[in-house]
């Protein structure tokens, strides 16, 4: 009998399972890998070998499909055949955290690969970040530059060995190496480098390491401010990398789920409630933790007296993260620990919110790409994405893939990266390069349009636009396996149908075709990109509208005065939320993307419905501009109680102005789902206040799960609506 295993079986100990069980139960003939799946002949019972198979199989494996066939042949053993270059298409195995055994090695004086910072096995270790193609095997990653010694060759070639066709596998005789550099290059060696870099950062000193998929910028927390001054970032919170489970309980609130995660194989960075470390995430509830996931971040905890440091993606401002040792020097560190194995693959930390069981992807990457996601259609489909935060995807043989994080599209280095990030997923996945169809975002400004361009020319594809909102719960639509939902799509700027910016809608969306049945009011949007970035502007134009001028003065107010009549307007709940968040203090001063929304959102989880707003929904517009004027009518000075109290009421009153409308609009059409997604979806307080009303009305609330909730997911929504197309 032959049989072919399809789903994530290369690079996870699948097939020394199979030699195992086979043996086990005394059955002959081979395993072999083809490319995309892994076929074996056997001379016995299919069913009961799959059943051992799929109860030994290895963590991180993933059998998808088995297809019997007959096969009449007769052999003497059970062997294990050298890989062939079959059909693409296969699942590549995702970037995944050391394993307990390699970790209890690491830390064992008589084991050979004692404190070699790069050990690993079959079922742990870096993949998608070394893989240059499939069938992953060793020449095809970029450990080929690093021949087995004979040690590491015998495990290798052993099928009971756990390293048995481990394809990265290596050792202190054979494998990378870690060397230390100052800021001025000068190379001060490998001996005790991992130590030497410890008591660099211990002393106060800003360091720059080379991880996996990239390098990370790490420091004390106590250096917080030094490095927020060195780095140019005044506000933005920064990611905390704990020595263990007990010391991330001393910075953040950790419920069971968020401690599965941080545990988990995949050891993403998981926002959780803050504990203490104000000045890692200065204004925000939650602070972003994540454990050592690699073989070197073990050992220089092991050697560090500090149990948390800073550790954020190194890049430049606006640049994608640095991969290459030369480059990394222009970031003017203390110190640097870099390794001298090549990066094909850059790939960023994931950044996962979870709320009730759900993973919210703030940043969908390394430990969760390249997963696919099932869908109904054959065609290959390239989808772009929108403008910031953006991932591209690519769709083949009812499967569609993301990429990984790519970062903003307004910058060239960005759209290299894009566009090389998918050429390299086509390259993984499809068995021929084509494309039938490419899709793009319907704003004519977003430069990620380039790169679709490019390539629907380059493979004479027809061209798609899909509207940014309608992506977004499309998105949602493919995550939750629905058909069709109402859904808010609720962020900061997606450009309209008519032109105009939205970010605060009601959409009755299927596959095919979307409904606008509400939406908030629109606000002028003084100066146009300039108005996300100083809310006062925002303020400024809701209380023109009543004859009061808030902020601005004289000259200025007289200029933003003209600009009102041919101001783009914007009908977004993020730029809502920013005008709120101004308006009482909380933020009046954009450093990075959605800070004054995101302050917002303390206030809003310690507030309660205390001020009665009265909200105007007329012709399923929910009118916002009047609220700020209500309160403005509170007695002064406004307290911070009172600020938490206001922000929750006036908040809640817009939410359930929205969702009224998307619940009405369910019942009417026999739509069970009520759905939320986009950027403001991460908000819990926002999200539970939905959620109670949906609830409250008996129809099911769908939020996200798999798919990013922000702009990380718009190529996917992208994808699946083009697709459907096809239909």
Known sequence: MKLIFKGIVQGVGFRPTIYRVANELGLKGYVLNKGSEVEVVIDGDSDEFIAQVKKQLPSIAKITDVILEEDPRTFNDFRILPSTSGRKQSLIPVDIGICNECLSELFDPNNRRYHFPF??????GARFSLIKDVPYDRERTSMNKFPLCKSCKKEYE????????????????????????DKN????????????????????????IKSWGGMHICCKIDEAQRFRDWYGRPQKSFAVMVKDIQTAKQYGEITKDEQKLLLSKNKPVVLVNKKKAEQVSPGLNTIGLYLPYTALHHLLFSFLESDALIMTSANIPREPMMVRNEEAFSLGADAYLLHNRDIPNR????????????????????????????????????SVGAGGNICGAISCDKKTYATQYIGNSRYYSALEFLEKSLLHMMKLVMSEKKIDAVAMDLHPGYDSRKVAKRFAEEFSAPLFEVQHHWAHAASLLIDNEIDESVVLTLDGLGYGTDGKFWGGEVLASNFDSFERVGHLEYIPLLGGDQATHDPRRLVFAIFKK????????????????KMMHNAPESSSFGRVLDALSCYLNICTKRTYDGEPAMKLEKYLANGKPEYPFDVEVKNGIVGTTDLFRQIDEIKKPITEKQK????????????????????????NNGIESVGLTGGISYNIP?????????????????????????DGGIAIGQNVIVGHKFR
């Open 644 to 667: 938490a109290d206001i922000s929750h009421s006036m908040v809640k009153a817009i939410v359930d102005g929205l969702t009224n409308i998307a619940i009405e609009y369910a019942e």
């Open 347 to 382: 790939i960023d930390d994931s950044v996962v919110r979870v709320w009730k069981g759900n993973t919210f992807f703030l940043r969908k990457s390394r430990g969760f790409v390249p997963e696919p996601l099932d869908v109904s259609y054959d065609e290959c489909i390239l």
């Open 119 to 124: 050990t690993n096995c079959t079922v742990c």
């Open 158 to 181: 052993t099928p009971l060995n756990r390293r048995y066709h481990a394809q990265t596998i290596s050792c202190p005789s054979c494998g990378p190496m870690y060397r230390l550099y």
């Open 686 to 710: 926002i999200t539970e206040m939905i959620e109670k009303q949906v609830k409250k009305a008996g129809l099911i609330f769908s939020v996200h799960n798999r798919v990013p909730n922000g």
């Open 185 to 208: 290059q000068n190379d001060l060696g490998r001996k005790n480098a991992i130590k030497r870099f410890a008591e660099h950062i211990d002393s106060g000193k800003i360091g720059v």
């Open 546 to 561: 009543f004859g009061e001028e808030k902020y601005f003065t004289d000259e200025e107010a007289h200029i933003l005065s």
